[in-house]
């Protein structure tokens, strides 16, 4: 019976790896491959979602709202599908036992493997959200989920090639030594906060009976997907509507007054981590912004805030964090965006 259920497992781990990669494969690294080819002949991967060619994003309207949101659907729907199959899958064909030995421990090496299992996922922060659920619910340790958070679209290796091809390599170099700090550091934090709830050892987790055939396994795959869609599509379409309405407020006119004032790069740096975008929007966003005239200081916080977290995808991780933990993340990224302001209008990067 053991050998059977072993054999079961490994079946149920192939498929997930299979599904994982081949996903991975149509969804990101392929397109990818030919947005860097595009990046390094054109310099550029496309406008800006946020507001286009224009210099500032259009007035609050139903029409701005329902206009970003089809616009970032469009973007983003192939990669939220996969996130829910691969957060959905999680739940329904890897035991927990296997998460919790993997990511579940609360040292430093959890956060590491965290942060560097999401190097190849390249997803952006809302998608990557499903995937966090489904690790959290299989008691992934709250640092090894948010490196794997944070890691997915900080570390995200195309992005750091498209910003080195279209803004200038002295970018990705400023993107990559605060990156590092954030996604571990951050992880760190979030163990560090966490310390007082201490995980169940593995032979106390709560398991499931294993199933014992392929439709029992899907059946489970389908009830675990249905719930989670149902619980965080709708919520985050709303919010995403909602900032749609109002990203004329959070981003005004972008003109040369707009320099490397302090309060400029707290108000971007703020900005920027409550927005949301598809993976790599930021990249296109800040191109626009400097051709503009945007101080460099600002450009450096969008650069930095921008793709980590947004209200969103917040909202979508409230049930698997204490409340707390995410503000704590929320504050910190905008902490490291106004870090990389600082900086680049120190060294006048334009």
């Known amino acids: 019976m053991a050998v059977a259920t072993q054999t079961a497992r490994s ?9 994982a990669i081949a996903g991975l494969f149509y969804v990101k690294w392929y397109p990818y491959y030919g947005r860097a080819l595009m990046a390094a002949s054109h310099h550029a991967i496309g406008h800006s979602i946020l507001m286009g060619k224009a210099a500032q994003a259009p007035a609050p309207s139903w029409h701005a709202a329902l206009g970003y949101a089809l616009a970032y659907g469009k973007a983003i729907w192939q990669a939220m599908l996969l996130g829910l199959l691969l957060g959905s899958g999680i ?20 956060v590491l493997a965290g942060g560097l299992l999401a190097v190849p996922g390249m997803m952006c922060t809302c998608c990557a959200a499903p995937v966090v659920i489904g690790l959290r619910k299989h008691q992934a340790a709250p640092g090894a989920t948010i490196a794997f958070w944070l890691g997915n679209t900080v570390l995200n290796p195309a992005t750091l090639v498209f910003t080195g091809f279209v803004l200038g390599w002295h970018w990705t170099v400023l993107r990559l030594l605060l990156g590092v700090p954030m996604v571990f550091g951050l992880g760190h934090l979030a163990n560090r906060m966490t310390a007082s709830v201490r995980p169940l050892p593995a032979q106390m987790l709560p398991t499931e009976p294993e199933p014992r055939s392929l439709a029992e396994v899907g059946r489970r795959w389908a009830q675990i997907f249905a719930r989670m869609t149902l619980r965080l599509i709708p919520e985050y379409v709303v919010i995403v509507l909602l900032l749609g309405a109002v990203r004329a ?3 005004p006119h972008i003109g040369p007054d707009i320099g490397n004032q302090w309060f400029w790069i707290a108000a971007l740096a703020l900005a920027g981590m409550l ?18 005239g945007l101080g460099g200081g600002p450009a450096a916080a969008l650069l930095m805030t921008l793709p980590p977290v947004s209200l969103p995808s917040l909202t979508m991780l409230g049930h698997s964090f204490p409340k707390r ?26």
Do not use: K
């Not at 995410?326 to 900086?343: H, R, S």
């Open 11 to 19: 079946f149920r781990w192939s498929i997930f790896l299979l599904l």
């Open 91 to 110: 739940q329904a064909l890897l035991p927990a036992d296997w998460v919790a030995r993997a990511l579940g421990g609360r040292g430093f090496g959890s």
């Open 249 to 251: 407020w959070m981003f």
């Open 275 to 292: 927005f949301v975008i598809p993976t790599a929007g930021e990249v296109p966003i800040v191109q626009a912004m400097l051709a503009l």
């Open 325 to 350: 933990l995410l503000v704590a993340i929320a504050a910190a990224v905008v902490g490291f965006g106004m870090l990389g302001g600082a900086i680049a209008a120190l060294l006048g990067m334009r």
